[in-house]
């Protein structure tokens, strides 16, 4: 370990950035850092391989870089030719540069393609204490091990991909503490969505957020990793959560994480990750879980969201200029209007998937609102694993046969819905309950409208046709018995401070 | 990254302020897979009019552009860069340049020299009175110059030192070569490798 801090109490970001530090910056030049695992898809790579073969270079690890197809792929008929040729280019042109290069390809129908978000961790190669860069503003979720991960543009992947480290000028951190206890039928999704909405979509913008207090231990790592993967739309340049037992149990055994003398060597070194007791973030803010319910966006961005029980806001109450002229702009894109109770809201579609909301833990939360249920006529409903090996654990739990019998297509793994880069789109006008992470005008389709909201939301949402709760379904909630009363106040937050 | 001292070449005037990354590459472009081959997509929509200065045979081979006000300004899009370098042009003078069009624009080696709206006016009539003549773009001096007009240019010292010493990032990055290496020589055992692949067992 690496002892340069001189005692100075210092949070998990700190401790991992400094374990990684191959020379240290001076006078405002960025420190250089080294990266772990460069995780690499079609869409953001073909131009960094052509750099490197216009410089003549190398990749400098393939050892430490693994590609996957994800954001272009089908859901369905995979063994064919892919129709859309822009498309076809790119995954041959990803595929030709891994073989050129010899990075290790994990393309569409093998066992380990995937969502390049839901294969890191699934295969054991996202760890504590690592460094994790990928193209895509997601690689965030990588953050729930404890692991820093970044985003990252196309000159950096050729950066990456070259130099096996990136110039980066040091973040400052934040904490997000959610104490309490999770009420059955309220996720990790909904902890995240409240977050968003509190502290907004530029809120995290230059921190590293670290997600903290017992709801957040309560959590498994796919809960986890639902909740870092959308640090991103917070603005956040990454979210991580501390290892811990849980976060073993989850890697222990998987392909490539640490085996015997390097498990023991590996856990000894995770479990000082923990930020320090005296460690001082630059900024806090607190969540009570307690209070929290199922949420949902209403609007164009992932910040514009409220409680499942509430009603679209009035942007006339909304005192800052340039959130009120966005949330008028937001409800004409929606077509809804102010204070239309969100419960009211119809909908078209339900996408169950993309690397928010697709690991087996989500399938299983969807199935078990579902099962034995019919979807709402005329809701179309589309089940998507994250990556080849969530579908065929699933199919081996029956998740399949379940969504089928509710009426729901049960699709091959890939981004498919989230942005719609492939055939799996919404139609302009179009109002979609979707388990992803972007509602952006146009996201899913051009026109298409989309609902945030978390597995169990969507289930519920597919089988009443309007956007509901599990706490509103009449049977199919496996824990009835729980579920509280109907809650009088919405979902009040104590006070956040942020620096 | 080839050293950037002096570049010489026909300047080409783009007497338009304004000048967004859209209309330099339309997003429909961004779909491609190259990083070069976008020499067909620079101003793309603007090209249509057989007017348009970049079909006049009189600025063919133009290395060095002279633009007006805000150039470079609005999305992010690197693809802006690499269709400028594609096309021929090694260096732009405008009297300012949008952030980040600007930053990229130095990891690429394409110089965004910062001239004063009067000196623009001077390099544009300078032009207009020689149509095809060829423009100086000075790094060491940061000086530019176009017939009898010779004009100071502005670029921060960061960029004009990566620009003279030829160092890309990955250039400069590798400078500390023997640093990664002696990195990688004590990182632990533990930590992930891709190589060689492993499976679940059973698989
Ligand atoms: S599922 Fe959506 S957010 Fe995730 S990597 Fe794919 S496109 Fe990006």
């Known amino acids: ?499 | 990254m080839e050293k950037v001292t002096v570049v010489q070449g026909i300047a080409m005037p783009l007497e338009r302020a304004n000048v967004d990354t859209d209309q330099i590459i339309p997003a429909v472009f961004l779909k491609r897979v190259t990083k070069t081959g976008f020499d067909d997509a620079l101003f793309y929509a603007w090209r249509q009019d057989p007017e348009f200065v970049l079909n006049n045979p009189v600025y063919k081979g133009a290395r060095v552009l002279i633009a007006g006000q805000d150039f470079g300004i609005g999305s992010s899009r690197e693809h802006a860069v690499w269709a400028l370098r594609d096309f021929g042009f090694d260096a732009v003078l405008s009297p300012r340049f949008g952030d980040i069009f600007r930053g990229n624009a130095g990891k690429q080696g394409l110089l965004a020299g910062e001239i004063s709206e009067a000196d623009l006016e001077s390099l544009l009539a300078a032009i207009k009175a020689q149509p095809g003549v060829e423009a100086s773009v000075d790094l060491v001096a940061k000086t530019a110059r176009i017939g009898e007009v010779i004009v100071p240019f502005q670029i921060d010292d960061y960029t004009r030192w990566r620009l003279l010493e030829g160092l890309d990032d990955i250039g400069l990055t590798l400078r500390n070569e023997a640093q990664i290496t002696e990195f990688e020589g004590r990182r632990e055992s533990w930590r992930p490798r891709t190589l060689p692949e492993q499976h679940v067992t059973g698989e």
């Not at chain 1, 216009?54 to 995979?78: F, K, Q």
């Not at chain 1, 499942?308 to 004409?332: G, H, K, Y």
């Not at chain 1, 005329?378 to 090996?389: I, T």
Request: charged share 20%; hydrophobic share 40%.
């Open chain 1, 1 to 499: 370990m690496n002892d340069s801090f001189n005692g100075k109490p210092r949070t998990l970001a700190e401790k991992v950035w400094d374990d990684h530090l191959v020379v240290k910056g001076e006078e405002g030049n960025p420190d250089l850092i080294y990266i772990d695992l460069h995780l690499v898809h079609e869409v953001t790579s073909p131009q960094a391989f052509d750099g490197l073969r216009l410089a003549g270079r190398p990749v400098r690890r393939p050892d430490l870089t693994i590609a996957t197809e994800d954001h272009n792929t089908p859901t369905l008929a995979i063994d064919k030719p892919i129709a859309d040729l822009t498309s076809r280019t790119q995954i041959q042109t990803l595929r030709n540069n891994c073989a050129e290069f010899g990075v290790r390809l994990h393309p569409l129908g093998d066992i380990e393609q995937g969502i390049v978000h839901v294969v890191g961790p699934q295969l054991g190669l996202t760890m504590p204490g690592t460094t994790v860069v990928c193209g895509d503003s997601h690689t965030s979720t990588h953050g729930a091990f404890g692991a820093m991960g970044i985003g990252i543009g196309t000159s950096e992947v050729e950066h990456v991909l070259a130099t096996q480290t990136l110039p980066l000028k040091p973040f400052k951190t934040m904490a997000i503490t959610v104490e309490g206890t999770l009420r059955p039928g309220v996720t990790a999704k909904d902890i995240i969505l409240a977050v968003i909405a509190k502290i907004g979509t530029g809120g995290g913008q230059g921190y590293v957020l670290e997600y903290r207090g017992s709801a957040i231990r309560s959590l498994s790592m796919d809960g986890r990793m639902t909740i870092c993967n959308m640090s991103i739309e917070a603005g956040a340049r990454a979210g991580m959560v501390a290892p811990d037992q849980v976060t073993y149990d989850y890697l222990e055994g998987r392909a490539h994480a640490p085996k015997g003398a390097d498990w023991d060597a590996a856990v000894e070194y995770w479990n000082t990750l923990a930020t320090d007791d005296d460690a001082v973030f630059d900024a806090e803010v607190f969540l009570d879980a307690d209070e929290l319910e199922p949420f949902v966006t209403w609007g164009t961005n992932p910040g514009q969201g409220v409680s499942l029980s509430d009603r679209v806001p009035d942007p006339a109450a909304i005192s800052d200029p340039n959130e009120r002229a966005s949330a008028e702009r937001a409800l004409e894109y929606m077509d809804i209007a102010a204070g239309t109770a969100l419960k009211d809201i119809h909908v078209d579609a339900v996408f169950m998937g993309s690397c928010t909301n697709s690991r087996i833990e989500d399938l299983r939360a969807f199935a078990s609102i579902i099962k034995g249920q019919k979807k709402a006529d005329g809701v179309r409903v589309m089940v998507v694993p994250g990556s080849a090996r969530v579908r065929i654990e699933a199919e081996a739990e029956g998740i399949d046969q379940i969504v089928k019998d509710f009426g729901a297509e049960w699709r091959f793994a890939g981004c498919s819905m989230c942005l719609g880069m492939n055939p799996d789109q919404l139609a302009p006008g179009e109002r979609c309950a979707s388990t992803s992470n972007r509602n952006f005008e146009g996201r899913q389709g051009k026109g298409g409208r989309t609902h945030l909201v978390s597995p169990l939301v969507a289930a519920a949402t597919a089988i009443r046709g309007t956007l509901s709760s599990p706490w509103d379904l009449t049977a199919g909630f496996d824990t009835v018995a729980e579920r509280p009363a109907q809650p009088t106040e919405p979902a009040e937050t104590q006070d956040g401070v942020i620096a």
